[in-house]
Antibody, heavy 121, light 113 residues
Framework: EVQLLESGGGLIQPGGSLRLSCAGS????????MSWVRQAPGKGLEWVSV????????NYADSVKGRFTFSRDNSKNTLSLQMNSLRAEDTAVYYC??????????????WGQGTLVTVSS | DIVMTQSPDSLAVSLGERATINCKSS????????????LAWYQQKPGQPPKLLIY???TRESGVPDRFSGSGSGTDFTLTISSLQAEDVALYYC?????????FGPGTKVDIK
């Protein structure tokens, strides 16, 4: 059974940093691209970033480019999203999601339960 | 960036009746070399993460009831629930994965009339 478990969310002041993690199990982790998708309270889904199965390629939404860094450790089946220079508009539930293939050109077939990030003073 | 739009914003349908949601992309998401539309549909219930229903515009994900179907090509797509059940009350999103940034539609809320 595929499982994705996010952690690391919390309350952080504007300008601060936070590191989210996602642990995957139940599938061959290194074979699949992974994404982060966020959802602000009461709003729709916003894609944040994708990383290829081997970790060699990443892409980011313009809204986070230069502030967020997405990485993976295939030896530990874990993902990390380093978020710097956080803004109020980054407040959201952050989901990690498994791609149905090794690149960004696939749908997202499994999602974690999400972790809430609140940026506020 | 490919902009995704959905219509209607919300709809209310009687139990057992058909629900139809439309999705339009600002440019084609059909990749000519493999004739695949890079379009997916997701269902999200309150307090839950999204769930993949349909990918490649018309392929039903394993375990998804066959009352859900997807159609369309190029820039215009439709999700149809052939006979609405109470458990189908949710938000529905379309998504293109043809190019980054990956983009989602704004969502359509489906309720019981």
């Amino acid at each position: 059974e595929v499982q994705l478990l996010e952690s690391g969310g919390g309350l952080i002041q504007p300008g601060g940093s936070l590191r989210l993690s996602c642990a995957g199990s139940g599938f061959t982790f290194s074979s699949y691209a992974m994404s982060w998708v966020r959802q602000a309270p009461g709003k729709g889904l916003e894609w944040v970033s994708v990383i290829s199965g081997n970790g060699g390629n990443t892409n980011y939404a313009d809204s986070v480019k230069g502030r967020f860094t997405f990485s993976r450790d295939n030896s530990k089946n874990t993902l990390s999203l380093q978020m710097n220079s956080l803004r109020a508009e980054d407040t959201a539930v952050y989901y990690c999601a498994k791609g149905a293939g090794g690149s960004s050109y696939f749908s997202l077939d499994y999602w974690g339960q999400g972790t809430l990030v609140t940026v506020s003073s | 960036d490919i902009v995704m739009t959905q219509s209607p914003d919300s709809l209310a349908v009687s139990l057992g009746e058909r629900a139809t949601i439309n999705c339009k992309s600002s440019q084609s998401v059909l990749y000519s070399s493999n004739n695949k539309n890079y379009l997916a549909w997701y269902q999200q219930k309150p307090g839950q993460p999204p769930k993949l229903l349909i990918y490649w515009a018309s392929t039903r994900e394993s375990g998804v009831p066959d009352r859900f179907s997807g159609s369309g090509s190029g820039t215009d797509f439709t999700l149809t629930i052939s006979s609405l059940q109470a458990e189908d009350v949710a938000l529905y999103y379309c998504q293109q994965y043809y190019s980054t940034p990956i983009t989602f539609g704004p969502g359509t809320k489906v309720d019981i009339k």
